[in-house]
């Protein structure tokens, strides 16, 4: 039985963590997979013994100061080979593909709750302090839905206006606080009107939900 390596997280917030590894003579981590890009910084010379997927082993010189990268996905045990000396780095992990994830996810779930006219769902997505700028209306902006009641009763009429709605070809991407979703829109009005148009919305987030919901529609003449 090795000893444990020591970990102190000095960083841990939505965008960065940074941990410090403390390794006694012989010290390992355990095997773990790393879930984020990140930097090592060893703090001291010294040199890495790698346990690697499939019984591989490889080994690392450390250099103070000396700073190398390595992407998401890697697998391994990283033990101190030294018999005598300790060895220690910085780990900088960046971290704010979580939130990206769980913003993505937000994007997916509302998309999902219009092709299921799931108003319930729908509000779900979105802040408690959210806005609904319509593709359409007569302000600069669209009609503005303000507040979650406005914003809720928007969302119904499109599905009072439209017998059927179909949202696919979905695309979502998230740049810090603003996400964009692109979807082709095919919907009949009760009417019997036919709409087929390419779309997106523009959304602003609070945490992982919807703060803003900024629609626009191809006009088809
Ligand atoms: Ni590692």
Redesign the pocket.
């Known amino acids: 039985m090795r000893a444990q390596a020591q970990p102190h997280v000095h960083i841990d917030d939505d965008r960065f963590r940074v941990t410090e590894w403390r390794f006694a003579p012989g010290a390992e ?1 355990g095997w ?1 997979r ?1 879930g984020h890009d990140y930097v090592i910084v060893p703090l001291t010379d010294g040199t890495l013994a790698l346990d690697l997927p499939a019984g591989q082993q490889a080994q690392a010189q450390l250099t103070q100061g000396v700073p190398y990268s390595r992407r998401e996905g ?1 697998e ?1 045990n ?1 033990i101190n080979a030294s018999a005598t000396a300790p060895l220690a780095f910085l780990e900088v992990e960046v971290v704010d593909d979580e939130i990206a994830h769980r913003r993505r996810a937000t994007m997916e779930r509302l998309m999902a709750a219009f092709n299921a006219r799931d108003v319930d769902g729908l509000m779900a997505c979105m802040a408690e302090d959210c806005a609904f700028h319509a593709a359409g209306g007569k302000e600069v902006e669209g009609t503005i839905h303000q507040g979650r009641a406005a914003v809720r009763a928007a969302y119904a009429a499109i599905f009072e206006t439209f017998a059927e709605a179909a949202w696919t070809e979905g695309s979502h991407a998230v740049a810090g606080e603003t996400g964009l979703s692109s979807w082709r829109f095919v919907g009949k009005t009760r009417e019997g009107q036919i709409v087929d148009v390419r779309g997106c919305d523009i959304f602003h987030f609070d945490g992982d939900l919807i703060a803003l919901k900024d629609s626009y529609r191809k006009a088809r003449i």
């Open positions: 981590t773990h790393h890697v391994h990283v």
